[in-house]
């Protein structure tokens, strides 16, 4: 078993900050790639980041590519989404979740098993 607590959601002007952490327990975390979703109010859950459990590799959804950094500290068990130049239309609840890395396929939700409580982000205009 494996839980997630992600934190560091927050309320922020258009263009500014955030870092989210997500720190995971239980099992053996490094054996796990990790992903970061979103959902907007009245809006499906979306892919925004992920990283395989080596941190070798990155994948990002174009909306966030550019701005949008994930990393991980598997010493720590965290897991980091760095959010720069933030629009409203990133205004969402951001939940970190994790996938057995011998699953391959990095953005589709249905290969995550264990999902963090989720953290709201909020941007004004």
């Known amino acids: 078993q494996v839980q997630l607590v992600d934190s560091g959601g927050g309320l922020v002007q258009a263009g500014g900050s955030l870092r989210l952490s997500c720190v995971v327990s239980?099992?053996?975390?490094?054996?796990?790639?990790m992903g970061w979703f979103r959902q907007a109010p009245g809006k499906e859950r979306v892919f925004v980041a992920a990283i395989t459990w080596s941190g070798g590799s990155t994948y990002y959804a174009d909306s966030v590519k550019g701005r949008f950094t994930i990393s991980r500290d598997n010493a720590k068990n965290t897991v980091y989404l760095q959010m720069n130049t933030l629009k409203p239309e990133d205004t969402a609840v951001y939940y970190c979740a994790a996938k057995p890395s011998r699953l391959l396929i990095m953005t589709s939700q249905t290969f995550y098993d264990y999902w963090g409580q989720g953290t709201q982000v909020t941007v004004s205009s």
């Open positions: 239980g099992r053996t975390s490094s054996s796990y790639d």
